[in-house]
């Protein structure tokens, strides 16, 4: 079966540009996360959706950075007035139930801002 | 402040022997604890897990042990193979509270042939 997919995996963009990034989650996954991982750190959480609705957007480090998943699968995480510190590889998982349940990650979107 | 902490940036051992990842934490909250792995470009793997109700949790080559009162764990590989070669993640939830997991900065573990 088709494991947690991300486009694109690479992105490069101007600083003060609009960025989307996709996660396509595991059928069947009512989970959904998003974590953000710089150079030589961990993954760092941002936002969490249980279903359509974000169950913990505690993550998100300003308001330039927003995300959606309407129909509970597909989701899209939106960076406005990029900024160069937006530099990162941004990170999507996905787990059968809610925040307890293992997390199966995508190979991740590599964003950098110039 | 880092609550999952991994000391070790990088381990360096030979193909047969035994790798051991340690990792700290300091929110006592935490009663869920895994271990994922990461080769480059790729996602992280989940590798291992454990409650805190135990202090041990074996899979195949793969065991991880966890102390509670020193806020300790590790991840121990036995036999070491060159494929596993990659970054280790300790990470930690507090599984009754809903809260998301919490990384440590990684291990870079690379096995010698």
């Known amino acids: 079966g088709a494991g947690v997919s991300q486009t694109p995996s690479n992105k490069v963009t101007e600083k003060g540009k609009y960025v989307e990034l996709r996660c396509d989650p595991i059928?069947?996954?009512?989970?959904l996360y998003w974590y953000r991982q710089s150079l030589g750190q961990g993954p760092e959480f941002l936002i969490y959706?249980?279903?359509?609705?974000?169950?913990?957007d505690s993550g998100l480090p300003n308001d330039r950075f927003f995300a959606v998943r309407p129909e509970g699968s597909v989701s899209t995480l939106k960076i406005q007035r990029t900024e160069r510190g937006d530099s990162a590889v941004y990170l999507c998982a996905s787990s059968l139930t809610g925040i307890s349940g293992t997390q199966y990650f995508g190979p991740g979107t590599r964003l950098l801002v110039l | 402040d880092q609550q999952v902490k991994q000391n070790s940036p990088s381990l360096s051992v030979q193909e047969g022997r035994i790798s051991i990842l340690n990792c700290d934490y300091t929110n006592s909250m935490f009663d869920y604890f895994l271990w994922y792995k990461k080769y480059p470009a790729e996602g992280p793997t989940f590798l291992i897990s454990?409650?805190?109700?135990?202090d041990k949790n074996e899979d195949g080559r793969f065991t991880v042990f966890l102390n509670k009162s020193a806020k300790h764990l590790s991840l121990h590989i036995v036999p070491s193979q060159p494929g596993d070669s990659a970054v280790y993640f300790c990470?930690?939830?507090?599984?009754?509270?809903?809260?998301?997991?919490?990384f440590g900065k990684g291990t870079r573990l690379s096995v010698i042939a």
């Open positions: 454990i409650s805190s109700i135990k």
């Open positions: 059928s069947g996954h009512t989970a």
């Open positions: 990470a930690a939830i507090r599984n009754s509270g809903n809260t998301p997991l919490v």
């Open positions: 959706f249980q279903g359509t609705g974000a169950a913990d």
